[in-house]
Nanobody, 123 residues
Framework: QLQLVESGGGFVQPGGSLRLSCAAS????????IGWLRQAPGKEREGVSC????????TYSDSVKGRFTISRDAAKNTVYLQMNSLKSEDTAVYYC????????????????WGQGTQVTVSS
């Protein structure tokens, strides 16, 4: 079965950290551009970060630049999103998607999506 599975979400206080994981089964993540997106209640889904293994490209939206880091572990077939200095406005469901290439900070033409993981930042 070809799928992406996110994990690592949870509840954290402002200023805290979380690490999200996006694990693939049935296909190799290195063959795709992997993007992290998020959707807050009542808002449209927005791209957060993207990485392409073939070019080493990593991109970040202005809202997370300097606080979030995207990385890959080829051996585990997993992409991570390390989120530091979290703010209440980071509260959202976070999704990963595997697409053709990074277009800005989203993966273009996503072929696979994960089910999402909830991140809640609140005091």
């Amino acid at each position: 079965q070809l799928q992406l599975v996110e994990s690592g979400g949870g509840f954290v206080q402002p200023g805290g950290s979380l690490r999200l994981s996006c694990a693939a089964s049935g296909f190799t993540l290195d063959a795709y551009a992997i993007g992290w997106l998020r959707q807050a209640p009542g808002k449209e889904r927005e791209g957060v970060s993207c990485t392409t293994s073939s070019t080493g490209t990593t991109t970040y939206s202005d809202s997370v630049k300097g606080r979030f880091t995207i990385s890959r572990d080829a051996a585990k077939n997993t992409v991570y999103l390390q989120m530091n200095s979290l703010k209440s406005e980071d509260t959202a469901v976070y999704y990963c998607a595997a697409g053709d290439y990074c277009l800005g900070y989203v993966s273009y033409n996503p072929r696979y999506w994960g089910q999402g993981t909830q991140v809640t930042v609140s005091s």
